[in-house]
């Protein structure tokens, strides 16, 4: 985060003021008894080495989103200079990251919550405690922790209110704890808080392959006989399935309102929309008496690397409002969540995570982790989450990408270009497959008729035969 920089840069100028003052130092550390030592003594003792500042030597690496636009915008930086800490903050040795959907949404510069560029992006995030700040009671260093913030944790090094951090349960790895605290507060607010969720309900999950689909779906299990229809794609059906999905719906080739009310036709209870435009219609829709709609996104605004401004206006333009009579005459609500707009509700956030950690504890909920990605690869983490090929969560480690990895990457890439071009070279052929069959089946379907052409062309030979006789008789 830009702002990271600045109590950081601060500090180095008062130092180097320090450090430009040579004479008032050895006058403040002499004593009266002491022999008088050379100016090349004093450089090879080691009170000489502790004047350079351990703030100058602080170095951490940190993704920096540059300015908007495709995946090349979020670029690796190393910062320089410790970051000071305040009176209620802690400094995290960040050990992984969690990617969110929003991440992707503010690097086109379509998520308000991110300060502008340049901007360290990155809501949540685990690891170790290194530092603590004046007035921190609960925390020490080494703890292990899982922190959620409004942005500035892409990094290896983040200060934060200890406030937004909670100690990492015995046997959670840090994978899982980067994985937690968005996907599953999101989810259990809207489920428990809004939702008012109960047994013997049905509940539509959209994306309930993504981060929030699978959390909400695990949810849902801790109430007893609650059906869940989810969309995904038809490769991840098996997977959100066994995860508790009871109603599988490919969105792609199925329109998901039909399958649902082949199966419930009086509508369900709830809906969670993270789609936006049309879709909120058809979620109001989908509702019966009492039930609720949820929504809490637009992601049908996201249509490429870049913005594109015709998915946002279509998205804009589509929008769902509503009368509050309609309201009130079809007995329905509609509720509205952005966790973004809730950092400075420590109290609610607490609670919801309090009980959401418990129920890992109990062994009720488990993050899935899809993938894991260096730093460096932030690029491949946002376009596998972009292009919907994930199946859980989305993670970014710290650790640094070994020299092999490195080396290896360029091939990688060689690799999926050529990968491309096959898929490519295949969609090709079976469409052109496809326009043969098509063919084929237009000229089966244009012989009968051929055929019946012909019978009546030589019924009409024949006709004309027979009056050939009579015409010479005539």
Not at 79 to 92: I, R
Not at 129 to 155: F, H, M, P, S, Y
Request: proline share 5%; glycine share 6%; hydrophobic share 30%.
């Amino acid at each position: 985060m830009s702002g990271d920089d600045a109590p950081a840069q601060q500090q180095n100028a008062e130092e180097t003021k320090q450090e430009n003052k040579p004479s008032e130092e050895p006058k403040a550390e002499s004593k009266p008894e002491s022999p008088p030592v050379s100016s090349t003594e004093a450089a090879a003792t080691p009170a000489a080495t502790e004047k350079v500042p351990e703030e100058e030597q602080f170095t951490y690496r940190s993704l920096v989103l540059s300015g908007y636009g495709g995946y090349d915008k979020v670029k690796l930086q190393v910062k320089k200079g410790k970051p000071a800490l305040k009176a209620g903050e802690v400094m995290v040795r960040v050990k992984a990251c969690g990617l969110n959907f929003a991440d992707l949404l503010a690097r086109q510069g379509l998520y308000d919550r991110l300060p502008s560029p340049p901007v360290t992006p990155g809501m949540e995030c685990s690891g170790e405690i290194e530092a603590v700040g004046e007035e921190v009671t609960d925390r020490k260093v080494g703890d292990k922790v899982l922190v959620l913030n409004r942005c500035g944790l892409w990094q290896e090094v983040a200060v934060v209110p200890a406030t937004h951090t909670f100690l990492i349960p015995e046997g959670m790895t840090f994978e899982e704890a980067a994985a937690l605290p968005v996907n599953y507060i999101t989810a259990y607010m809207m489920l428990f808080d809004f939702g008012n969720l109960r047994p013997n309900q049905s509940i539509l999950i959209h994306s309930a392959a993504g981060g929030v689909g699978i959390a909400a779906t695990q949810l849902c299990q801790t109430v007893k006989d609650v059906t869940v229809f989810g969309t995904a794609s038809a490769s991840k059906h098996e997977t959100i399935s066994q995860g508790g999905v009871t109603h599988c719906i490919d969105y792609r080739t199925r329109d998901y309102v039909e399958e649902v009310r082949k199966i419930s036709p009086k509508g369900l209870d709830i809906v969670l929309d993270p789609l936006g435009g049309s879709d909120t219609h058809k979620a109001y829709n989908l509702l019966k008496p009492m039930g609720k709609l949820i929504t809490y996104g637009a992601a049908n605004m996201l249509a490429g690397q870049k913005k594109n401004l015709l998915a946002v206006a279509k998205t804009w333009y589509h929008q769902f409002s509503i009368h509050t009579l309609s309201l009130i005459q079809n007995n329905k609500s509609v509720c509205g969540f952005h966790l973004g707009y809730l950092d400075g509700e420590v109290e609610i956030i607490q609670q919801a995570m309090t009980t959401i950690l418990d129920l890992y504890r109990q062994g009720k909920i488990k993050p899935r982790i899809d993938s894991t990605y260096h730093l460096e690869q932030v690029g491949d983490a946002m376009r596998r989450m972009q292009e919907r090929n994930n199946i859980g969560k989305v993670i970014l480690i710290t650790e640094p990408m070994p020299e092999e990895e490195k080396k290896e990457e360029p091939k990688k890439e060689e690799k999926k270009e050529d990968k491309k071009k096959e898929d490519k070279k295949k969609d090709d052929k079976k469409k052109d497959d496809s326009k043969k069959e098509d063919k084929k089946e237009e000229k089966k379907k244009e012989e009968p008729k051929k055929e019946e052409k012909n019978e009546e062309k030589n019924e009409e030979k024949k006709e004309e035969k027979k009056e050939e006789p009579k015409k010479e008789e005539k």
